[in-house]
């Protein structure tokens, strides 16, 4: 999202972590693109294994991205007296806009598997946003994404 914190990071994520560093540094990004079933589980601290390794996650240099499909669903489910603590929250996160390119993967995904895994369009989307950067998704959705290009936490 334009404006958003994290927005100068357009093209692939994971293109900053070298950026600035002499030639053949190895530097590894960590990275996390959350799904909106964890990021509920986290506000709602409805689960105290994913709370604790969300604390764990957070004490770290790892970069948390969300969707803007996640951001639809949580603030269509957020209540009103919920609005500052989900404001707070998705602001030390990054959005990763969708672009051209996840929406051809998203396509490709629908195509191949709305029919045996009844995929929906907002699935599609976080799965094209997760391959098309390298991320790693963190859902407990796993029937969401059978993709075989995504790497599922």
């Known amino acids: ?15 900053t972590a070298t950026a ?11 990275a996390i693109l959350l799904d909106s079933d964890i990021a509920i589980e986290i506000l709602r601290k409805r689960d105290k294994t994913i709370q604790t390794r ?35 929250w998705f602001a030390v996160m990054t959005c990763v806009p969708i672009d051209a390119a996840i929406g051809v993967r998203a ?14 369009l907002g699935d599609a989307l976080i799965a094209a946003t997760a391959a098309i950067h390298g991320l790693h998704l963190w859902t407990r959705n796993r029937k969401h994404y059978p993709m075989r290009d995504i790497h599922l936490l």
Not at 59 to 67: F, P, V
Not at 109 to 115: A, I, M, N
Request: proline share 4%; charged share 25%.
């Open 54 to 88: 969300w604390d764990d996650v957070a004490a770290t240099d790892t970069l948390l991205l969300y969707s803007p499909v996640s951001a639809a669903e949580i603030w269509h489910g957020t209540r009103e007296a919920e609005r500052e603590l989900v404001t707070a």
């Open 1 to 15: 999202m334009e404006g958003s914190p994290g927005s100068a990071r357009r093209g692939n994520i994971c293109q």
């Open 20 to 30: 600035g560093k002499p030639a053949g540094t190895s530097v590894e990004l960590k």
């Open 107 to 120: 396509g490709e995904y629908l195509r191949q598997f709305h029919r045996s895994h009844a995929l929906q």
